[in-house]
């Protein structure tokens, strides 16, 4: 797997990828299809995302989560990130989850 970073862009989002070559690609496509953007080009026009190795996604998958809900066992969370064999979204800006909750 790896993992993509959107920080730039108006809301953030940590996406894991399936190891191929157009990794990068896939991760710009479910920002834009699950995240925001009207398009992938809009999504790249805000800024690249940074790469992150295996262990500092993992960081900051359990930081984040445990950040919001203090009862998550790190054992469990761990168990969670390492089982995404495919494409997905692991973290979403609060602000948009709250701006969906809400409407």
Known sequence: MRYFEFNKQEY??????????NAKEKAFEVYAEQVAGNSIEEVKLEGEPKQLDKFHALCRYIVDVKDEDDNNKISELIDEFTSAT?????????????YLGAN
Do not use: F
Not at 86 to 98: A, C, G, H, Q, S
């Open 12 to 21: 953030y989002a940590l996406i894991a990828v399936e190891d191929c070559e």
């Open 86 to 98: 495919k494409t997905t979204l692991l973290l979403i800006d609060r602000d948009l989850v709250r």
